[in-house]
């Protein structure tokens, strides 16, 4: 008989709790009446009246989703080219431009703020959405690099082997057999991006202009006044957004029941 042991249990049931109580604290003191968070004084929405009033806010919110988009597309577009195009190449030194490529998510995101900022700077680029633009789908694209490159790795070659074979020229192949499957990664790897481009503050300081704004900007520097409560009904607006996106995507994705197929007696006696 096996020795069974509750110790994984126990230890998935911490690492939830863990993961689980802040935000379940974001979203508990968004409805929170007073302006600290270690005081609960009762129940209220005075914070997302204050929030919706707050253009400031919604602009750098809006920032930050088009600077995550054009990264994440462009990151894709890119990743995805050069993760096809270095299968169709073989030269001495591959390994170590495929290493050069990954070296953005390996280098602290300090010194390549600062890398960012002085490159700028010598071509006399203005800060601003252009610059984070720039630096963001830079640090981007090893994310759907890696990932585009594992499943062409995986990938089955006769498929395109046969279309070629059938006199599709490589154009077709790549768009009609070798994109469809590549897909899943190349969304995988710009979904990826997108969060990390949400995400990112310390590359954004370096590069940002002195009129361009971005969320995690924008709550950094209020980092020093103190962070009210409409950051926490912020946060849950775009929890329930992330929660809803989810939802919807597993709905549609679903895969629909098949109909029953008819036994051979009964469509043989037909």
């Known amino acids: 008989m096996k020795n069974r042991t509750k110790l994984p ?34 129940f209220s929405l005075k914070w997302y009246t204050e929030l919706f009033r707050d253009r400031a806010i919604f602009e ?38 495929e290493y050069v490529s990954t070296l953005p998510i390996m280098i602290p995101e300090i010194i390549l703020g600062m890398v960012f900022m002085a490159f700028f700077s010598l071509l006399g680029l203005p800060f601003g959405m252009t610059t984070l633009i720039l630096a963001h789908t830079a640090f981007c694209i090893p994310y759907v690099y890696m990932l585009v490159k594992a499943r062409l790795v995986g990938m089955d070659k006769s498929l395109v082997e046969a279309a070629l074979d059938l006199g599709a020229s490589p154009l077709r192949v790549f768009f009609d057999i070798t994109l469809p499957l590549l897909l899943p990664a190349i969304v995988s790897g710009m979904l990826l991006a997108f969060a990390m481009s949400i995400d990112d503050v310390i590359i954004s300081v370096f590069v940002t202009g002195v009129n361009t704004n971005t969320l995690p900007l924008k709550i950094y520097t209020q980092l020093k006044t103190g962070v009210t409560p409409k950051i926490n009904a912020l946060c849950t607006l775009m929890f329930a957004a992330t929660l809803l996106l989810c939802g919807l995507a597993a709905f549609l994705g679903r895969t629909p029941k098949h109909k029953k197929q008819e036994p051979e007696s009964g469509r043989a006696g037909r």
């Open 60 to 97: 750098a919110l809006g920032n930050t989703l088009i600077l995550g988009v054009i990264s994440s597309l462009s990151a894709g577009v890119i990743g995805t080219l050069g993760a096809f195009g270095m299968t169709k190449v073989n030269f001495k030194t591959k390994s170590a431009v």
């Open 9 to 42: 249990n126990v230890y998935l049931g911490v690492l939830l709790f863990l993961m689980y109580v802040p935000i379940f604290l974001v979203i508990l003191y968004s409805f929170n009446e007073s302006k600290l968070s270690s005081v609960w004084s009762g």
